[in-house]
């Protein structure tokens, strides 16, 4: 009953209920009436009464239906099932109080369990959620794109992996119109949610500390909405607070993501990287972010090497980001011979424009679309679109698909490390030389 939502069931009622006691008919109507939905829509019946009426009409977006004189609740959801449009979002309420049945039940495509006697807070709450997850960005079934899961990783901090994160994940939600998810995985400061001004919520944290709770009913309740085709899971959780997990519940949150979006986009710590080399499994593509400095050639290198040992199935596009015309500690030139590859993508240093993002409360794409960083950026996320996506097998087509520069080198790491340093010498060099 949970299936994909598509725009189609836009043209439904909002809200019908089917009830057996006077109690809970009374308290349902005066939850309609607060949503300004048509009281005649709740019906005295309960579920029988709900499975004779759906078969002859339409279904509606949120449907309560109470199981109280249901003998078998198991196998009459069964029966509603058959009757329900796919997309109708159910709540059920009974009189049994048994985890088991509630499992059960969920598992069969219920939305929500409430037991009663329900307060109305609860059945608000319970409603609004049920609105929440009709309204969430969903995968359409007759879509047969692969998914595309994008991780973001900054070779130093301060390189501005979140700043492309959250714009990638903006890009392709909202310019390439596709239900994306974002994960941003630094679970004490990440900004994920903060980038887009919006409250990140307990949804990740809660899944760390419970990751046996983490299935798609999780996910549509824990995620925050950006846009119709934008949903985040962030945190901020207390410096106070340490969370300590195996990493399993980061992979199965990208598992019901890749079930429930089109594309992931994960903001990715470097340091979990040693801890959790299991996140990259699933990996399309790796946006590396770097920055034309000595520490950031010398992390580059030795994550480029970790990637082709780890992940050697993810595509990496590196970005260089914060380039300057003049004054910068590396040249281009010097960048791409010590990392061995060429950088994919120039995003220019634009203070000015990510100010403003950040005080508009938007991403930087969105900000600064018209200015050369914000065109840069869209350049970044076809390209990390491009890359996430299967190739063609048609080797004519797979020659003339543009495609990152990939590592093709043999040499050691050490031997790159030792490069990159032989290049103080020549900068002190430069630095001593007289003005002409």
């Given at each position: 009953?949970?299936?994909?939502?598509?725009?189609?069931?836009?043209?439904?009622?909002?809200?019908?209920?089917y009830?057996?006691?006077?109690?809970?008919?009374?308290?349902?109507?005066?939850?309609?009436?607060?949503?300004?939905?048509?009281l005649?829509?709740?019906?005295?019946?309960?579920?029988?009464?709900?499975v004779?009426?759906?078969?002859?009409?339409?279904?509606?977006?949120?449907?309560?239906?109470?199981?109280?004189e249901?003998?078998?609740?198991?196998?009459?959801?069964?029966?509603?099932?058959?009757?329900?449009?796919?997309?109708?979002?159910?709540?059920?309420?009974?009189?049994?109080?048994?985890?088991r049945?509630?499992r059960d039940l969920?598992?069969?495509?219920?939305?929500d369990?409430?037991?009663?006697?329900?307060?109305?807070?609860?059945?608000?709450?319970?409603?609004?959620?049920a609105?929440a997850?009709?309204?969430?960005p969903?995968?359409?079934?007759?879509?047969?794109r692969?998914h595309?899961t994008?991780?973001?990783?900054?070779?130093?901090?301060?390189c501005?992996?979140?700043?492309?994160?959250?714009?990638?994940?903006?890009?392709?939600?909202?310019?390439?119109?596709?239900?994306?998810?974002?994960?941003?995985?630094?679970?004490?400061?990440?900004?994920g949610a903060?980038?887009?001004d919006?409250?990140?919520?307990?949804?990740?944290?809660?899944?760390?500390?419970n990751?046996?709770?983490?299935?798609?009913l999780?996910?549509e309740?824990?995620?925050?909405?950006?846009?119709?085709?934008?949903?985040?899971?962030?945190?901020e959780?207390?410096?106070?607070?340490?969370?300590?997990?195996?990493?399993g519940?980061?992979?199965?949150?990208q598992?019901?993501?890749?079930g429930?979006?089109?594309?992931?986009?994960?903001?990715?710590p470097?340091h979990?990287?040693?801890?959790?080399?299991?996140?990259?499994?699933?990996?399309?593509?790796?946006?590396?972010t770097?920055?034309?400095?000595?520490a950031?050639a010398?992390?580059?290198?030795?994550?480029l090497?970790?990637?082709?040992?780890?992940?050697?199935?993810?595509?990496?596009v590196v970005?260089?980001n914060?380039?300057?015309p003049?004054?910068?500690?590396?040249?281009?030139k010097?960048?791409?011979?010590?990392?061995?590859r060429?950088?994919?993508?120039?995003l220019?240093?634009?203070?000015k424009?990510?100010?403003?993002?950040a005080k508009?409360?938007?991403?930087?794409?969105?900000?600064?679309?018209?200015a050369?960083?914000?065109?840069?950026?869209?350049q970044?996320?076809?390209?990390?679109l491009?890359?996430?996506e299967?190739?063609p097998?048609?080797?004519?087509?797979?020659?003339?698909?543009?495609?990152?520069a990939?590592d093709t080198?043999?040499?050691?790491?050490?031997?790159?490390?030792?490069?990159?340093?032989?290049?103080?010498?020549r900068?002190?060099?430069?630095?001593?030389?007289?003005?002409e």
């Amino acid at each position: 009953m949970n299936a994909p939502w598509k725009p189609g069931s836009a043209g439904r009622d909002p809200f019908h209920a089917y009830v057996c006691d006077d109690h809970s008919f009374d308290m349902l109507r005066a939850v309609a009436a607060e949503m300004g939905w048509p009281l005649e829509k709740v019906h005295k019946g309960g579920l029988r009464n709900a499975v004779q009426s759906l078969s002859m009409a339409a279904s509606p977006n949120v449907l309560f239906v109470d199981l109280s004189e249901s003998g078998d609740p198991l196998n009459d959801i069964g029966s509603l099932a058959e009757v329900c449009e796919p997309g109708t979002v159910v709540i059920a309420a009974g009189q049994v109080n048994d985890v088991r049945l509630y499992r059960d039940l969920i598992a069969s495509g219920i939305q929500d369990y409430l037991l009663k006697p329900f307060s109305p807070d609860h059945l608000r709450d319970s409603v609004a959620n049920a609105q929440a997850v009709f309204l969430a960005p969903k995968l359409d079934a007759t879509q047969e794109r692969a998914h595309v899961t994008a991780t973001v990783i900054g070779a130093r901090g301060g390189c501005g992996a979140s700043t492309i994160a959250t714009s990638l994940a903006w890009l392709w939600s909202a310019k390439d119109n596709r239900a994306t998810s974002l994960l941003d995985l630094d679970v004490h400061f990440g900004t994920g949610a903060l980038a887009m001004d919006l409250e990140p919520g307990r949804g990740l944290t809660d899944a760390i500390e419970n990751p046996s709770r983490i299935d798609g009913l999780f996910i549509e309740r824990a995620m925050v909405r950006a846009n119709d085709n934008l949903a985040i899971l962030s945190a901020e959780a207390p410096i106070s607070q340490p969370l300590l997990t195996d990493g399993g519940a980061f992979y199965q949150l990208q598992e019901e993501m890749r079930g429930a979006f089109e594309c992931t986009v994960v903001d990715l710590p470097r340091h979990m990287l040693v801890n959790h080399p299991h996140l990259m499994a699933d990996a399309n593509v790796v946006v590396l972010t770097s920055e034309f400095t000595l520490a950031a050639a010398r992390d580059t290198i030795r994550l480029l090497s970790w990637l082709k040992s780890n992940a050697p199935h993810a595509r990496v596009v590196v970005a260089a980001n914060k380039v300057q015309p003049v004054g910068q500690e590396m040249s281009r030139k010097d960048f791409e011979q010590s990392i061995e590859r060429k950088v994919d993508v120039l995003l220019p240093y634009d203070p000015k424009s990510a100010a403003q993002a950040a005080k508009l409360g938007k991403t930087l794409a969105e900000a600064a679309k018209s200015a050369k960083i914000g065109q840069a950026i869209a350049q970044l996320g076809r390209i990390a679109l491009q890359a996430g996506e299967p190739e063609p097998e048609d080797g004519a087509a797979k020659g003339a698909r543009a495609k990152p520069a990939r590592d093709t080198s043999g040499a050691s790491l050490m031997g790159k490390l030792a490069d990159i340093k032989s290049l103080l010498p020549r900068r002190k060099a430069r630095e001593s030389e007289p003005a002409e």
